[in-house]
């Protein structure tokens, strides 16, 4: 089977910076794109940010300028930095792969989440 597990999430003050790593394992063919989601209490989940295979990513508005996604697919390693965090931040953080078992054959697969909590 294949697994997202996920690293990094923790308490930091509002200013401060964390990585956040997310490492998929198992029978992996290809995997395509790598997003990074949060979902604060009450909230919808919402995307933070993607990254395509080739390294090509884009981000939320709310974080432009701030985070920073990064890939490394010889570890089948996605990376989340974040910096000059602020309180709206606080959510959990859930890796998320788009990955191919066998050539064609392309799952949607999802981390276990990590607390983000950035205090004021």
């Known amino acids: 089977q294949v697994q997202l597990v996920e690293s990094g999430g923790g308490l930091v003050q509002a200013g401060g910076s964390l990585s956040l790593s997310c490492a998929a394992s198992?029978?992996?063919?290809?995997?395509?794109?790598m997003n990074w989601y949060r979902q604060a209490p009450g909230k919808q989940r919402e995307l933070v940010a993607t990254?395509?295979?080739?390294?090509?990513?884009d981000y939320a508005d709310s974080v432009k300028g701030r985070f920073t996604i990064s890939r490394d697919n010889a570890k089948n390693t996605v990376y989340l930095q974040m910096n000059s965090l602020v309180p709206e931040d606080t959510a959990v953080y859930y890796c998320?792969?788009?990955?191919?078992?066998?050539?064609?054959?392309?799952?949607?697969?999802w981390g276990q989440g990590t607390q983000v909590t950035v205090s004021p």
């Open positions: 998320h792969a788009f990955i191919e078992i066998t050539r064609r054959h392309e799952y949607s697969y």
């Open positions: 198992g029978s992996i063919f290809s995997i395509n794109a």
């Open positions: 990254i395509t295979r080739g390294g090509s990513a």
